[in-house]
């Protein structure tokens, strides 16, 4: 399966427990498009969140951020990785 870096913008003052409970919206569906949200990381000060995630496509990581009420601005595939 292919992983996904995705790129949310305009989160400023996101705090861990807000980060937490995005990512756990994720992880509650994710099943239901093959998807697999790996970890979360986020910059309060720039509105920054990025998810990495193991899927079928981008759009299936897509339809799962959209679900959960929060659409990613971007997601790029990771080809390479060590």
Same mark, same amino acid.
Not at 28 to 56: K, M, N, R
Not at 57 to 68: C, L, N
């Given at each position: 399966?292919?992983? *996904?870096?995705?790129?949310?913008?305009?989160?400023?003052?996101? %705090?861990?427990?807000? #980060? $937490? =409970? +995005?990512?756990? /919206?994720?992880?509650?569906?994710?099943?239901?498009?093959?998807?697999? *949200?790996?970890?979360?990381?986020?910059?309060?000060?720039?509105? %920054?969140?990025?998810? #990495? $995630? =193991? +899927?079928?496509? /981008?759009?299936?990581?897509?339809?799962?951020?959209?679900?959960?009420?929060?659409?990613?601005?971007?997601?790029?595939?990771?080809?390479?990785?060590?």
């Amino acid at each position: 399966m292919a992983q *996904f870096m995705d790129i949310h913008r305009g989160m400023q003052g996101i %705090t861990a427990d807000q #980060l $937490s =409970e +995005a990512h756990q /919206a994720d992880l509650a569906i994710e099943e239901e498009e093959g998807v697999h *949200f790996q970890h979360a990381w986020a910059d309060p000060e720039s509105g %920054t969140v990025y998810c #990495l $995630s =193991e +899927a079928p496509s /981008a759009e299936a990581v897509q339809r799962i951020h959209e679900r959960a009420g929060h659409k990613a601005d971007e997601i790029h595939p990771v080809p390479l990785s060590t």
